[in-house]
């Protein structure tokens, strides 16, 4: 699986190449746009980490480029002008993620697996939180390594929590999941659901719990220790 | 004086209303003094006239009497309803004839000189104006007084005067008001390109770096302004724009070395003393990220009239922060009062506001608090927690940018400063109570009613 960096600072390169590296990423780097052009052309690379501030030009003019000429392969932006402004347009640009300087390197690396897992690159085997995992591939739930029968709609919420852990879902992302499967739903359908899934949690002596966050949605974390 | 604008208008109509009234005047005073010139000569003429006939009429009979004939010439002069009486006097003052109407004026008070003399007199409630002349009557010397009744209805000549005064007054008064009012015209005329130019320097939003004043039909007098604001505003723009190109490679320059450095750190083999670093430097970048932000607040003007839903901003707030929140035990919630509630404003500007806000209430709120955000149908944004508050005396410094309630508390001192600007570029305000147990932060931005 091959990175290819777009930067034109040689220390950041030297550094990124190094932490790519200890993740198990290979990468090859070019500092131009032109030169990132004409590798992007003739080799197929699973991400590609571009600054924005490029010496030859716009590192958005790249993105651009890529996608007329149809070219998917995921982008994630770095930028040192992260005017609020910039954002925005460089996600419409086409770029798929964006990170402004300076960033942790852990967060970074957690960007290339997201996109690599959006792109289908890489199929997780499971997705885990504290002791519950979830097997995306055949559904099947374990909670501290027993399996645990959900309800399909049980099992619904749980995946849409736990794909995204220690992070808010949406009441209304879950309202439309649960809508999905049947449309006789009451209003308090997804409070339901919720209720059924704590106390299934619970009984299975998980570690991990739903945190109503009213309002917005809930969020699936592990439980503090 | 005063410091009130003093209006060009006023200044003009005031002086030019003094002018004209002076010269309205002066001109009627001086036809006035020529009219009473010239009836005072009319005047004299005639009673000269008449005391010519009446000399005429004056004549020796063989007695070495005088003896007054009166024939048609004169007859005007003898008939009383005329308003003319005539006396004739000898060197004594004796009266040797006079009118048939009778002379209301004492002999003593007509003057017996050597040259024919004009005189005026007033009796009683009746103005005359006489004359009395010397004349040779073979060895007697007499004199012949006529004496005019002015206010005799045939007398016409004073009437006239007080006529022409008044009927000249009735227009020459519309006359000037018309004239003050063809002034206003004239002035609104020439200052409406000002009044445009001033408009389109008012009107405009933002900072429009293209904005100058060519109005091809300002005043000559008033060019010379528009070319130095002009100017100014070319110098302002340069000034402008230098500043925004030094934030953005400031911007460049601080975040590729902090981020070299972060990624360097992973190299060190102390685990704590990794940790430390790190923290180190993302206390720096979060620093660096929020001096540049408040820069570019402050610099840049923000387009704040799009719609945005702050529903949906405090929705993607409360949802972002919530993580960090329920790791550090509080818990929060989002109160929204409608499905969404539309405001004019920039979205991710607001969002950043409120970021701050809900990172300020999670660090500052206490253990186990409560955070609580709320969007007002009235379009405003509100985060509150129940945290120990913030003492009335900080109440204006905390938006000051740096300012920190503990120095060594780990933050930049930075987002309320920017919390502030944002409200500040929505033409709005922070409105902050707090007592213990309850801090809030509100934002009333302007309702955007959906079309």
Known sequence: MRILIVEDHAELVTMLVRLLDTAGYASDCTTTAEDALIVLSYTRYAVVILDLGLPDADGLSVVRAMRERDDRTPVIALTARASVAHRVTGLEAGADDYLAKPFAPEELLARIQALLRRSGTIVDRTIDCGNVSFDPATREVAIGGVPTVLSARELEVLAALIRRSSRVVTKAHIEQLLFGLADDLGSNAVEVYIHRLRRRLTLAEADVEIVTVRGVGYMIMERAA | ?451
């Open chain 2, 1 to 451: 004086m005063t410091s009130q604008p003093r209006s060009l208008m006023a200044q003009i109509l005031r002086w030019h209303a003094i002018a004209v009234l002076i010269t309205a005047i002066a001109v009627a005073g001086s036809v006035y003094l020529f009219l009473d010139t010239t009836a005072a000569r009319i005047q004299h003429q005639t009673l000269h006239v008449h005391a010519q006939a009446l000399r005429q009429a004056l004549s020796h009979d063989g007695t070495g009497r005088l003896r007054l004939t009166q024939d048609n010439t004169s007859a005007a002069v003898f008939a009383p309803s005329a308003g003319f009486s005539f006396r004739i006097l000898d060197q004594r003052g004796t009266v040797l004839f006079q009118s048939a109407s009778k002379m209301v004026l004492p002999t003593a008070d007509i003057p017996l000189e050597d040259e024919e003399s004009f005189f005026r007199r007033q009796s009683r409630r009746t103005f005359y104006a006489g004359t009395s002349s010397p004349a040779q009557v073979g060895n007697e010397r007499v004199w012949i007084a006529v004496l005019q009744n002015l206010t005799h209805p045939d007398y016409i000549l004073d009437d006239l005067l007080a006529q022409f005064l008044l009927y000249g007054m009735a227009i020459v008064a519309p006359l000037l008001l018309l004239l003050l009012a063809i002034d206003v015209l004239i002035i609104r005329r020439a200052v409406l390109p000002v009044r445009r130019a001033s408009a389109s320097l008012e009107t405009a939003e933002g900072v429009p770096l293209d904005l100058r004043l060519h109005d091809e039909r300002l005043p000559a007098e008033v060019r010379p302004l528009a070319l130095a604001v002009n100017a100014l505003l070319e110098r302002l723009t340069s000034s402008y724009r230098m500043q925004r190109d030094f934030i953005a490679d400031a911007a460049h320059e601080l975040r590729t070395p902090i981020a070299v450095a972060r990624l360097r750190v992973e190299a060190v083999d102390d685990a704590a003393l990794r940790a430390r670093l790190c923290s180190d430097l993302d206390a720096l970048g979060r620093i660096v990220e929020q001096v540049l932000e408040l820069a570019e607040l402050e610099t840049v003007a923000l387009d704040t009239a799009a719609s945005v839903d702050l529903v949906q901003i405090a929705t993607d707030g409360v949802a972002s922060i919530a993580p960090l929140a329920f790791r550090s035990d509080k818990s929060i919630a989002l109160s929204p009062g409608a499905d969404s509630v539309m405001v004019a404003g920039h979205a991710a500007w607001i969002a950043k506001a409120l970021g701050c806000l809900l990172e300020n209430a999670v660090k500052h709120s206490g253990t186990s608090s409560r955070i609580d955000v709320s969007v007002g149908t009235d379009g405003t944004l509100a985060v509150c927690d129940d945290g120990p508050g913030i003492r009335e005396q900080d109440h204006a410094a905390i938006f000051h940018r740096f300012w920190k309630r503990d120095r060594s508390a780990g933050s930049s001192g930075l987002g309320l400063a920017i919390v502030a600007q944002v409200a500040e570029a929505h033409a709005t305000q922070v409105t902050l109570t707090s007592h213990p147990g309850h801090t809030r932060f509100a934002i009333a931005f302007r309702l955007r009613p959906v079309s």
